[in-house]
């Protein structure tokens, strides 16, 4: 295919590895870190507009609205601010559906005696195994990192770590469930998964595209102890996204892993430090993640990879 199109079309355009290894670097990194852009750009846009709305809401509303907004402020901001990440991410849709597709920048198509994973029926004791173990994982993970950072003293070491804490668990139960375990896996994962880390890939060398990709997740989220808990997250969703060869496997760590944390911890103060038996059981938590990992690595995907 040749390459003078449209600049649109060339940013969503899943080019094959073969031909992105000519690019020059200044052309790879505008193919990567261009869609990050737009998604901010969209992302920011709406997220302007939003506010805009909600203040004349507050300034010429009727009384019941302005009692609605004033009781619920937190709630309506944060379903704005997922409405407007899914406007982001779904900007760049038709980049993510092309390559989180099975031969997205592959040489060839896959011969006809080749598995087809993607579409590979298993059995419902292998796929029901494969991805609770990866559910579990995802808890133990996210659980263990949660609570030792907090009794380090890490998580509140960070002022705008502890701002962004508030914010979350401001908003309504239900509604917290809903952005955290699966609006944000969305956009998050279509955006740093299925754009970023599938055409980094193809530009770099595997461990780079792994460990870039992830630290930039992590960097996203805008302050240190999140930094770290995403890149940390980051790497193990790359990785087994690479092994379940599915885009519902980021999305489904992903997920788990805000649901658990946000449920554990909603409706309480942020937790102290130096708690003796917070930090055992985080450590716990973590031991019995790694245990996971391994048996997911041994027994379940190589059934995934052989069929």
Request: charged letters at 15%; proline letters at 3%; a neutral charge.
């Amino acid at each position: 295919m040749k390459e003078r199109m449209n600049p649109w079309r060339w940013i969503n355009f899943p080019w094959k590895e073969e031909e992105v290894q000519k690019w020059p670097s200044l052309k790879k990194t505008a193919y990567l870190l261009l869609p990050l852009l737009i998604y901010f750009v969209v992302h920011d846009i709406a997220e302007i507009l939003f506010s805009v709305l909600l203040e004349m809401l507050v300034r010429g509303g009727s009384e019941r609205t302005v009692t609605f907004l004033d009781q619920y402020w937190s709630t309506v901001r944060s379903v704005l601010y997922g409405i407007a990440s899914l406007a982001g991410a779904g900007v760049l849709w038709t980049g993510v559906k092309g390559e989180i597709s099975p031969d997205a920048g592959k040489e060839e198509i896959r011969a006809e005696s080749e598995p087809d994973i993607q579409g590979k029926k298993w059995t419902d004791v292998k796929r029901f195994t494969a991805y609770w173990g990866l559910a579990m994982l995802a808890f133990c993970v996210a659980a263990g990192l949660n609570m030792i950072f907090t009794q380090i003293g890490f998580t509140g070491s960070s002022e705008s770590y502890q701002t962004v804490y508030r914010m979350q668990y401001g908003v309504t139960f239900g509604a917290g469930l809903v952005l955290y375990g699966v609006i944000s896996p969305i956009a998050e994962e279509a955006v740093f998964r299925g754009l970023l880390y599938n055409r980094m890939k193809r530009c770099f060398h595997y461990g780079i595209a792994l460990v870039v990709s992830s630290l930039l997740f992590g960097i996203y989220h805008g302050n240190l102890v999140q930094a770290v808990y995403g890149s940390i997250l980051g790497i193990l969703i790359a990785y087994f996204y690479d092994q379940y060869k599915s885009f519902a496997a980021p999305v489904l760590f992903h997920g788990v892993a805000n649901i658990s944390v946000y449920v554990m911890t909603y409706g309480s103060e942020p937790a102290q430090a130096g708690d003796k038996i917070a930090l055992i059981t985080g450590t716990i938590f973590l031991a019995a993640a790694v245990l996971l990992f391994f048996y997911l690595k041994k027994k379940c995907l190589p059934e995934i990879n052989t069929g």
